[in-house]
């Protein structure tokens, strides 16, 4: 039995930094059954408990090893909405194949790369539309289109909910529009998973932005019984640099959705995009990895500064790894400390300084402390911060009783209530930027809390 998942086949570095389309290629059916033949079908199925919506892995994967694709779909969508997203996004190392007993002695069942397989060959083959339920009556207004929103809306519409979608963009999906750059997941694949959701009837209303188009208030005077929050945290951070005014100088959220969203990158897009020479991106994560990426193929030299080292870096191992690929530079161990411009206010320079790790602080993660005297410039045209994003502070300030903790996160309750009677939130507007897969299960606890409540009061 082979100890390694089947390889995924990618488009080389050399050629994909020229063109925007998926690096990763995705599973042959052949590859998939051999693949899913690796899985011992454990008895106490540790993988599930990894998974933050409890997928009957072993299950859909036997079926996968019988070649019975459809059935794998089948037990997939029992507990998750958008499998073709979490298959090709989801931080599976630190989730259900972290807990893969296969792992032990060599590399875990490529669980998130089969998830993809059976999605991916569902959609080509056409899966057929569902079946709109009975409408049962009762009408629920979710805030935000993006995987908590999509996924709060789709279970609360499969159960019969007249359900509209409130979004601020103008078009839905959230950060798997605006945010993840087609390369990693193309636009096709999550605009056909929202039209599953028009299907079954969910109503979209874009270029709506809640607490500015219509209050809470004005949406549940209109016969809303519900509210479901799932506005995300698309407010960046800065770092207060001096000179991070300069021309030349982005929050990843800009930068990336003039990319994704506006396809700026084309000749033909309305949208223009600064086309850098060098570029230094600040910061660790998936973010940083995506916007660093995305310069690349700009064309730009490319630097990401980051004052851990590689171990602390929080970006999924599969994006480092392309991105060094990609011949993206590390400045690992290094942050900026000063921002340079030229006589026309344009970013020329960034300024940084060498960091050491000290003690653990409160996340754990062992201090960065700046080494005195060891400054250092690197030239460069543009600069991205990708240092993390805060909740938009605009529904809370507009709506009463909505309680915030210290970092402006709606408060909630076990079954994703917020401190006011009949509005519910999950996603990134309560725990902060987190990950896509636990903004969906939010959304899917939201919608039974809002059923349950709601059928009580019937
Ligand atoms: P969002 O996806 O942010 O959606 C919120 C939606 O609400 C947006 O469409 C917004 O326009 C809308 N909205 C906001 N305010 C209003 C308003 N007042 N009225 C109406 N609409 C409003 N996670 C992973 O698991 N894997 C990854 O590889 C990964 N990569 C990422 C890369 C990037 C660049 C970013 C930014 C994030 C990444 N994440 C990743 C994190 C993940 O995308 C988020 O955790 C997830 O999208 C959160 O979902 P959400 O529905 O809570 O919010
Ligand atoms: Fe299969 Fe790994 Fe889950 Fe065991 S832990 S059932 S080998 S996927």
Same mark, same amino acid.
């Given at each position: 039995?082979?100890?390694?998942?089947?390889?995924?086949?990618?488009?080389?570095?050399?050629?994909?930094?020229?063109? /925007?389309?998926?690096?990763?290629?995705?599973?042959?059916?052949?590859?998939?059954?051999?693949?899913?033949?690796?899985?011992?079908?454990?008895? %106490?199925?540790?993988?599930?408990?990894?998974?933050?919506?409890?997928?009957?892995?072993?299950?859909?994967?036997?079926?996968?090893?019988?070649?019975?694709?459809?059935?794998?779909?089948?037990?997939?969508?029992?507990?998750?909405?958008?499998?073709?997203?979490?298959?090709?996004?989801?931080?599976?190392? =630190?989730?259900?194949? =972290?807990?893969?007993?296969?792992?032990?002695?060599?590399?875990? /069942?490529?669980?998130?790369?089969?998830?993809?397989?059976?999605?991916?060959?569902?959609?080509?083959?056409?899966?057929?539309?569902?079946?709109?339920?009975?409408?049962?009556? %009762?009408?629920?207004?979710?805030?935000?289109?993006?995987?908590?929103?999509?996924?709060?809306?789709?279970?609360?519409?499969?159960?019969?909910?007249?359900?509209?979608?409130?979004?601020?963009?103008?078009?839905? !999906?959230?950060?798997?529009?605006?945010?993840?750059?087609?390369?990693?997941?193309?636009?096709?694949?999550?605009?056909?998973?929202?039209?599953?959701?028009?299907?079954?009837?969910?109503?979209?209303?874009?270029?709506?932005?809640?607490?500015?188009?219509?209050?809470?208030?004005?949406?549940?005077?209109?016969?809303?019984?519900?509210?479901?929050?799932?506005? !995300?945290?698309?407010?960046?951070?800065?770092?207060?640099?001096?000179?991070?005014?300069?021309?030349? /100088?982005?929050?990843?959220?800009?930068?990336?959705?003039?990319?994704?969203?506006?396809?700026?990158?084309?000749?033909?897009?309305?949208?223009?995009?600064?086309?850098?020479?060098?570029?230094?991106?600040?910061?660790?994560?998936? /973010?940083?990895?995506?916007?660093?990426?995305?310069?690349?193929?700009?064309?730009?030299?490319?630097?990401?500064?980051?004052?851990?080292?590689?171990?602390?870096?929080?970006?999924?191992?599969?994006?480092?790894?392309?991105?060094?690929?990609?011949?993206?530079?590390?400045?690992?161990?290094?942050?900026?400390?000063?921002? %340079?411009?030229?006589?026309?206010?344009?970013?020329?320079?960034?300024?940084?300084?060498?960091?050491?790790? !000290?003690?653990?602080?409160?996340?754990?993660?062992?201090?960065?402390?700046?080494?005195?005297?060891?400054?250092?410039?690197?030239?460069?045209?543009?600069?991205?911060?990708?240092?993390?994003?805060?909740?938009?502070?605009?529904?809370?300030?507009?709506?009463?009783?909505?309680?915030?903790?210290?970092?402006?996160?709606?408060?909630?309750?076990?079954?994703?209530?917020?401190?006011?009677?009949?509005?519910?939130?999950?996603?990134?507007?309560?725990?902060?930027?987190?990950?896509?897969?636990?903004?969906?299960?939010?959304?899917?606890?939201?919608?039974?809390?809002?059923?349950?409540?709601?059928?009580?009061?019937?």
């Amino acid at each position: 039995m082979q100890m390694n998942k089947h390889p995924m086949p990618v488009q080389e570095p050399d050629i994909r930094i020229t063109n /925007v389309e998926e690096v990763a290629l995705g599973y042959t059916p052949e590859t998939a059954i051999e693949e899913a033949k690796r899985c011992l079908n454990c008895k %106490h199925k540790p993988c599930i408990g990894g998974c933050p919506v409890n997928i009957h892995i072993p299950d859909f994967i036997a079926k996968v090893a019988e070649g019975d694709f459809e059935g794998a779909y089948r037990i997939i969508s029992l507990t998750s909405s958008l499998p073709a997203i979490c298959g090709r996004v989801c931080p599976q190392e =630190s989730q259900c194949e =972290s807990k893969c007993v296969r792992g032990i002695k060599g590399e875990p /069942v490529a669980i998130g790369r089969l998830e993809r397989f059976v999605a991916d060959y569902m959609r080509e083959k056409g899966e057929g539309k569902p079946e709109k339920p009975q409408p049962n009556g %009762h009408k629920v207004a979710v805030v935000g289109a993006g995987p908590a929103g999509l996924s709060a809306a789709g279970d609360l519409a499969g159960m019969g909910y007249e359900v509209t979608v409130f979004e601020a963009l103008h078009t839905p !999906g959230g950060v798997l529009m605006y945010g993840i750059p087609e390369f990693r997941l193309p636009k096709a694949i999550v605009q056909h998973e929202i039209s599953k959701l028009k299907d079954l009837g969910v109503e979209f209303v874009t270029n709506f932005v809640v607490g500015r188009s219509e209050t809470i208030e004005e949406l549940m005077n209109e016969g809303y019984e519900a509210v479901f929050v799932g506005s !995300g945290a698309g407010l960046p951070n800065f770092m207060n640099l001096p000179g991070e005014e300069l021309k030349g /100088v982005f929050s990843a959220n800009e930068f990336l959705t003039r990319f994704n969203l506006m396809k700026a990158y084309r000749e033909d897009s309305p949208t223009p995009i600064h086309h850098p020479k060098k570029t230094v991106v600040v910061g660790g994560g998936n /973010v940083a990895m995506d916007a660093a990426r995305c310069a690349r193929r700009l064309g730009s030299e490319v630097y990401i500064v980051y004052r851990r080292s590689l171990e602390e870096l929080p970006a999924r191992k599969e994006e480092v790894e392309h991105a060094m690929e990609e011949g993206i530079i590390f400045k690992l161990l290094n942050n900026p400390v000063a921002v %340079h411009g030229d006589e026309n206010g344009c970013v020329n320079a960034v300024e940084c300084i060498e960091m050491e790790l !000290g003690e653990p602080d409160a996340s754990g993660r062992r201090r960065p402390i700046a080494k005195e005297g060891s400054s250092f410039m690197i030239d460069a045209d543009c600069m991205i911060m990708a240092i993390g994003t805060s909740p938009n502070p605009l529904i809370r300030s507009t709506t009463e009783g909505l309680e915030t903790n210290r970092k402006g996160c709606l408060i909630v309750d076990e079954n994703e209530m917020t401190t006011r009677e009949g509005i519910y939130a999950g996603g990134d507007a309560v725990t902060g930027a987190a990950t896509v897969i636990s903004a969906m299960g939010a959304g899917k606890k939201a919608a039974a809390a809002i059923d349950k409540a709601l059928l009580k009061d019937a």
